[in-house]
């Protein structure tokens, strides 16, 4: 059964922002794209920059270090498809966001 946890306050990610939140051992970047929350894994693939830092359009983030781009809605790489971040499901309870462990 999904099992979500409160990571962050929709307060502390405003519109068109992201933040970065612990959850165990990983860092989880927190997207807020016109007031929909989105969650994927922050540590990129290729060398481990911040997600969280790079640029959005379109539902995607291109990492701020060689912009490789992946897709909010579902970590995938846009370049390579087959490639994908892990990607959170999210539920907002209040003014809690909440991603499925
Ligand atoms: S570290 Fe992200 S594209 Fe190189």
């Known amino acids: 059964m999904a099992e ?7 307060s502390e990610v ?4 992201a933040k970065v939140v612990r959850h165990g051992m990983k860092m989880v970047a927190l997207f807020n794209r016109e007031g929909t929350i ?8 290729h060398m481990g920059a911040s997600l969280a830092e790079g640029t959005v359009h379109d539902g995607v983030v291109a990492c701020p270090w060689h912009a490789w781009r992946f897709r909010l809605a579902d970590g995938t790489w846009v370049d390579s498809p087959k490639l994908k971040v892990p990607c959170y499901p999210v ?3 209040g003014d809690d966001i909440q991603i499925e462990i």
């Open 4 to 10: 979500f946890r409160t990571v962050a306050r929709l």
């Open 14 to 17: 405003p519109v068109n922002t």
């Open 38 to 45: 989105f969650a994927i894994e922050d540590t990129c693939p």
């Open 91 to 93: 539920r907002i309870v």
